[in-house]
């Protein structure tokens, strides 16, 4: 018998699964205590610092996802991927979002036909529309949150507000579930999340992010409150989506890039969603040209 992710080991393996535990856990610190200053300081500057450290994200995300068929990185998804990513974040970068997003469609597209136009014998096949998201996937991560801070006056506010949803979620989720165990959310897609680590990690996300929203004089606390239970569900949203797509593939972690965590995927799935929910938000309340202003001016 073995532990669950939440700590409920079976009978006769308790001790073992609480040493693993404890090691993963570790890890999992270790690794916060390295990500997130790199996370905080990359917003705080901005800028074309900010857009590298996303586009960075973005290709390791691609590569990820470009190994999950085939074990390896697929070069006919990565080169049209990178291509494709490099010139929309400097398009990004330079305000030009419209743009941007048809280079990111274009690569997708590249990629999709290099699949099924080279087939290669010595490995695993990817469906082309597979090897076109990963792309798009990627791309996604790369322009929402570039979007976000682009704006010189809200851009940081949305990006910290944004952070503590999905990191309060995260955290709190973990532990929780931990802590409770019980009955599991999906077993089907994921054999470790249950409903209690998804309830407080979903309380714990909305609390974090009210006190930062009052603290740093963002949105006042109904909205704040609402935003947040937005963004924490998204979040957890983009981690079963995430856990989807592994099992499509029959792996456990993208990579082991991360200790503790696995891989870029595996990290960033949660804040993926989650920043997507909050530039449509932006947009929809202020337009292409402001979505932080849109997520917080209320």
């Known amino acids: 018998m073995t532990a669950d992710h939440h700590g409920n080991p079976g009978a006769g393996g308790s001790v073992a699964s609480e040493e693993t535990g404890a090691r993963n856990l570790g890890r999992r610190v270790v690794s916060a205590l390295v990500l997130a200053p790199v996370a905080l300081g990359a917003a705080y500057l901005g800028g074309w610092a900010f857009t590298l450290v996303s586009l960075v994200a973005a290709a390791a995300i691609l590569r990820e996802w470009a190994s999950l068929a085939t074990h390896r990185p697929d070069p006919r998804v990565v080169a049209p991927g990178l291509f494709a990513l490099g010139l929309a974040a400097v398009l990004a970068g330079l305000g030009e979002t419209p743009i941007a997003i048809a280079i990111t469609l274009s690569g997708a597209i590249l990629a ?36 976000l801070r682009n704006d010189p006056d809200f851009g940081l506010r949305a990006l910290l507000f944004l952070f503590t949803a999905v990191w309060a979620t995260d955290i709190l989720a973990y532990f929780v579930g931990r802590a409770i165990g019980g009955p599991l959310l999906w077993p089907r897609l994921s054999p470790n999340k249950t409903w209690a680590g998804a309830l407080g990690g979903l309380v714990g996300g ?55 965590h696995g891989g870029m995927m595996d990290r960033l799935d ?27 001016v209320w």
């Open 112 to 147: 999709g036909l290099a699949l099924g136009a080279w087939p290669q014998r010595d490995r695993p096949a990817m469906p082309p529309l597979w090897g076109a998201g990963g792309v798009i996937y990627a791309g996604i991560l790369l322009l929402s949150a570039v979007l």
């Open 206 to 260: 909305v609390a974090a992010t009210v006190a930062v929203a009052y603290a740093s004089g963002g949105p006042r606390a109904a909205v704040a409150g609402t935003l947040a239970l937005i963004l924490s569900i998204a979040a957890q949203a983009g981690d079963l989506l995430e856990s989807a797509v592994k099992r499509r593939f029959g792996v456990k972690d993208t990579s082991n890039l991360i200790p503790g």
């Open 270 to 296: 949660g804040f993926l969603v989650a920043a997507v929910a909050a530039v449509l938000i932006g947009i929809l309340r202020q337009g292409l040209a402001a979505p932080a202003r849109g997520l917080l």
